[in-house]
């Protein structure tokens, strides 16, 4: 059963620290998406990568946060500073190039 | 620009029909999507209703979709407490392969 998978699942960081989030996409899918999701803002999409290339990163504040694929089965979303109001769950979908992305279990990120 | 609109909130008595509705702005959509999401998880596809159909049947789930009004629907026959859960409409971008532009959920609770 074919699933994406994140790391960590629950981080509890201080203000001012590095936190990495790393997903692991589905064998085979070629995108590669990161969205943030809390209480007041809903769903917003950070990044989308095609075979492993930035497509779209306009959602994502570039003073602080960057997202790479340094291969086809790892994606990482880093925040440096990190600050109170990143507090958020971070999810990772991969899909194919046109039809369903498919969600990983979130990254539940606590900034204090 | 793209929106999904739904709204907030729906509450139903276990075993009656539950309806949750969509409306959506990109008229080139290809692919309409029906996401669910439990307490603590990520999202998972419930089911996808391709642009050229207007009705799509999948044991207690039936997608309705009225392309002149931009109406999408999902209706949960039998509705059990299981069900409880939010509920993301979300259609694909236009040419943009399968970015997604998701609704803000409906939160949909089954009483006993």
């Known amino acids: ?112 | 620009g793209e929106d999904v609109e739904q709204s907030l909130f729906l509450s139903v008595r276990e075993g009656d029909s539950s309806v949750i509705n969509c409306t959506y702005t990109d008229s080139s959509s290809t692919y309409l999507y029906w996401y669910k999401q439990e307490p603590g998880a990520g999202l998972q596809l419930l089911t996808y209703i391709f642009s050229n159909m207007d009705m799509k049947q999948d044991q207690r789930l039936t997608v309705l979709l009225n392309k002149k009004d931009k109406h999408l629907s999902l209706r949960i026959a039998d509705t059990q407490t299981g069900d409880s859960a939010i509920y993301f409409c979300a259609e694909s971008i236009g040419n943009a392969g399968n970015m997604l532009t998701f609704g803000g959920g409906t939160r949909l609770m089954v009483k006993p």
């Open chain 1, 1 to 112: 059963d074919a699933r994406v998978t994140q790391t960590p699942r629950h981080k509890v960081t201080e203000m001012g620290q590095e936190v990495t989030m790393r997903c692991q996409p589905i064998l085979g899918h070629n995108t590669v998406f990161w969205y943030r999701q809390t209480m007041m803002q809903g769903l917003e999409l950070l990044a989308y990568f095609r075979n492993r290339a930035p497509l779209d990163d306009s959602g994502m504040p570039k003073d602080r946060f960057s997202a790479e694929m340094p291969d086809a089965t790892l994606a990482t979303l880093k925040i440096q500073p990190s600050e109170p109001r990143d507090s958020a769950v971070y999810f990772c979908a991969s899909g194919l190039e046109v039809g369903e992305q498919y969600f990983g279990p979130g990254t539940r990120l606590t900034v204090t």
